[in-house]
């Protein structure tokens, strides 16, 4: 009850905080809402779609026509989803499982249901903020400044609504994943998680690019630049807040769940520890549904970035028509061969597995990447000679074709290069399981530390080279059609990256997927149930093989862990690389067309330089407040377990009130973590470009940066630290010793390494950006009609705001044990000495969680 007073005061405590703030820029904008409108240019606010009719293709189909096929495509696409959404359902599964399933699936709903109510409050403030900018600054017609709001509102809806899906799916493919490993045939326990992945890389993928056709076909051209601006801000604000959120929520539950193991010698996932469903509710809030939503942003703020530059640095409206077509035609592209790949190399995976007993998980999904790639290259370059080719401008439509191509090489390439740090295969990973032998956690961490830090070496390597590549490509001749032609190149590359469409999103949502078929397997306690061996060879014709469904399941596991590893470099990259188009339009804002003030963006203007050190600033604040969260609530969750967790010979499973418990515990603290996050960029955005445009610009390039290099280290360090524990546990099998205790501690400092802080910075960047747009023009207008002062002064008061986040995200964070408590606190009985799924014999109580 404490607790949950404690969380209404803190969110009533927000809104007061945003109330205050927007009263303000009501109250102070107003007056000065009128002149700016009329003397200074309104940003993304004038971009005007050309007719895309102009463009024609070979063999005489319009633009428009093509975009309306790709509408089909989208329904094709859904329709897919769909499809495979009902033949999930019709897999049998044991009622033991199911029952499991189901249990997850409700604590997963009733997490989705807070988080969408407070989604919707944050959504309010942004609402208002373009409400304020649009209507009283620019003076937008009321109607027109509606349009703008509600695509914000479809923005955020759109990643909520795929990450429902997606936990939809995926807890329907975990019960029947583990209930076909049941079989000891490999092939189900591969095809069933890959089947969910794709259908919800086909819906996500699918419904966001429907939702930009519709912004392109069917509103007026004159708003569709407003309304791509508000859509993108929406389902950046929907993805930050999931991402982070579920992050925070995910290693809570994961961390709470492992460390037993080591505090009560008991298995992974034992029926009686209540924090496992709450483990298996994170799986889906951190790895499915912060992913999907994250999936979904990056694929809408990426093309709106493209949209974007090409209405700001091309001049000829014919090409801008033909360029917006052929990126669209594209992206069109990027669905039909993800589908068209994942047929066959679901076809070569049937015949080559169909009767073996034996299976490299990890083989398949690799394959699917490479078909994948070769395919989307192929592709590219012929959309790109049937679209671009009528234009006459010569090698420019396999020069961008090209550009592209490097991108989707990227693609292709950086899950490998991760997995050389990440996979159970890997030398560094081994590397990290060797040194647990003999110095235990403390040589474990500091291996992993090693294998996250020359990750993010050879992956910069790469991404420098390939961006370099398209900046070699983009130095011929293209300057002659667009202005800043290197940084379309770099977006382009971005947009490369996303060439494999589904299938990133694929591979990234098997690992939930996996992960909780091995745990449903636990806790559905189905080997201990009466005449189950009988039932089942009696209902589905087949005999049992119980020990190597367990190994099946492991080995499945582990090759989730890598390739939930592999998206990770990928989503941050596209991020940072799609950053520096969007960056692009504020500088064009800020330069008149890149005509005046570039002295400026150099290190011999010293705002420019403080913005580069005040963004890497934020970056590690941002990192300490998201792992202070995990900490804290990690804290709650364990007090809480090892004060009602019962060990003795009569308990077969924590109760159902116990485990939601834990939940709850998971989603207060992480829903108070977001909130202090998330207000504290929101309000540090305001701050930095009001104070000075080109320190804004400096910050923005910074966040990307750091966030790059800092995300990269902390995924693959987090990545070698699983699979080492996976190592130890599958191919040594060497659960309840030493060395498995050091790997568990190694997991859960990589917890939330890989799966809150570093996923969390990739919607954080783009967010800013995309809301520094709105920032830095509204903080340019009022300085251009002579509010100099006044834009100072909300620039401290935003700042103040900021810190005030900053420090609550610490200080209103803490863990609140006394020391003396501590010190003074029992420890919990010893547990017996044996195999690690023995039982103690007494309920385990432990003094350390009383308060």
Not at 166 to 191: E, K, M, Q, W
Request: charged share 15%; proline share 4%.
């Amino acid at each position: 009850m404490d607790t949950t007073r404690e969380h209404a005061r803190s969110r009533g405590k927000a809104r007061a905080v945003l109330a205050g703030a927007l009263a303000l820029l009501i109250t102070l904008f107003g007056p000065a809402a009128q002149a700016a409108a009329q003397d200074h240019p309104r940003g993304e606010i004038d971009l005007v779609l050309p007719d895309l009719g102009a463009a024609t293709l070979v063999g005489g189909m319009s633009g428009t026509t093509l975009l309306a096929v790709g509408l089909l495509v989208c329904a094709l696409g859904m329709t897919f989803g769909a499809v495979v959404y009902l033949q999930l359902r019709r897999l049998p599964e044991h009622p033991s499982m199911g029952a499991v399933a189901s249990l997850i699936y409700t604590t997963c709903k009733a997490y989705l249901v807070q988080q969408g109510r407070f989604l919707l409050l944050l959504w309010s403030f942004i609402a208002a903020v373009i409400v304020v900018y649009f209507g009283l600054l620019v003076d937008l017609p009321w109607g027109r400044v509606a349009v703008v709001v509600a695509f914000s509102l479809v923005g955020m809806a759109g990643s909520y609504s795929v990450a429902w899906f997606g936990i939809r799916v995926n807890t329907l493919a975990n019960s029947r994943t583990a209930f076909a490993a049941l079989t000891g045939r490999p092939l189900p326990v591969h095809r069933i998680p890959m089947k969910s992945g794709m259908s919800i890389g086909m819906v996500l993928i699918s419904l966001e690019l429907m939702l930009m056709l519709v912004i392109m076909l069917f509103l007026p051209a004159d708003i569709a630049g407003a309304c791509f601006i508000g859509f993108a801000i929406g389902e950046s604000l929907g993805a930050a807040a999931l991402r982070i959120a579920g992050g925070i929520f995910t290693k809570i539950a994961d961390i709470g769940s492992d460390l037993m193991k080591i505090a009560f010698k008991i298995k992974e996932d034992d029926a009686r520890n209540p924090g496992v469903i709450a483990d298996c509710t994170g799986d889906n809030a951190g790895d499915s549904v912060g992913p999907s939503a994250d999936g979904f942003e990056t694929y809408g703020v990426t093309g709106v970035a493209l949209v974007t530059f090409v209405i700001l640095a091309v001049a000829d409206p014919t090409m801008q028509a033909t360029l917006l077509v052929w990126i669209f035609a594209v992206r069109i592209m990027m669905v039909l061969t993800s589908a068209f790949s994942y047929l066959v190399n679901d076809a070569l995976v049937r015949a080559r597995y169909a009767h073996a007993d034996r299976m490299d998980f990890e083989k398949p999904l690799t394959t699917l990447v490479r078909i994948t790639s070769v395919v989307s290259i192929l592709a590219t370059f012929a959309v790109s000679w049937a679209v671009l080719s009528p234009l006459g401008a010569g090698a420019l439509w396999w020069q961008l074709a090209l550009i592209v191509s490097l991108g989707t090489f990227a693609g292709a390439l950086i899950p490998e290069v991760v997995r050389a740090f990440t996979s159970t295969s890997s030398r560094h990973v081994r590397e990290v399981v060797k040194s647990s032998r003999q110095g235990g956690a403390s040589l474990n961490i500091l291996s992993g530390l090693v294998a996250g830090n020359f990750s993010a070496y050879w992956l910069g390597m790469v991404i420098v080279s390939l961006m370099g590549g398209a900046y070699l490509v983009a130095e011929q001749g293209l300057g002659d059609h667009m202005v800043a032609p290197a940084v379309f190149a770099f977006g382009l590359v971005a947009f490369g990256f996303l060439s494999l469409g589904p299938v990133t999103i694929a591979v990234d949502s098997y690992g939930p997927v996996t992960d909780n078929a091995q745990s449903v397997y636990e806790l559905s306690t189905i080997e201990d149930l009466p005449g189950v061996e009988e039932e089942i060879r009696r209902e589905h014709g087949f005999t049992v093989r119980w020990e190597r469904a367990k190994q099946m399941l492991e080995e499945n596991d582990g090759a989730g862990n890598t390739f939930k590893a592999t998206a990770k470099p990928v989503l941050i990259g596209t991020a940072v690389v799609g950053a520096t188009t969007m960056i692009f339009s504020i500088i064009m804002a800020l330069t008149d067309g890149l005509t005046t003030g570039l002295e400026s963006l150099s290190l011999l203007h010293p705002p420019f330089l403080l913005g580069l050190i005040a963004g890497g600033a934020v970056v590690y604040w941002f990192t300490g407040a998201s792992i202070q969260a995990v900490t804290t609530g990690a804290y709650r969750a364990l007090e809480f377990i090892r004060r009602t967790i019962r060990l003795d010979a009569g308990a077969t499973r924590a109760s159902d009130a116990d485990s939601r418990k834990v939940v709850e515990i998971c989603t207060q603290y992480a829903q108070k973590g977001m909130l202090n996050m998330f207000l504290g960029v929101f309000f540090a955005t305001l701050s930095f470009a009001f104070l000075e445009p080109y320190f804004f610009i400096g910050y923005l390039i910074s966040i990307a940066l750091f966030g790059l290099f800092q995300a990269i280290f902390m995924a693959n360090a987090g990545g070698a630290w699983d699979n080492a524990k996976k190592i130890v546990e599958v191919d040594l099998h060497a659960k309840g010793t030493a060395l498995h205790d050091a790997t568990v501690v190694g997991d859960t400092v990589g917890d939330p390494y890989k799966d809150t802080s570093s996923v969390a910075l990739n919607p954080v960047i783009k967010f800013t950006t995309l809301f520094g747009l709105l920032a830095v023009e509204l903080a340019v207008s009022l300085t251009a009609q002579g509010h100099q002062t006044l834009v100072l002064v909300l620039a401290g008061a935003f700042f103040a705001a900021a810190t005030v986040f900053v420090l609550r995200s610490f200080y209103g964070m803490r863990i609140g044990q006394s020391l003396t408590g501590d010190d003074q606190a029992e420890e919990p009985p010893a547990p017996p000495q044996g195999d690690g799924d023995a039982e103690p014999a007494e309920p385990a109580r432990d003094a350390l969680a009383s308060r």
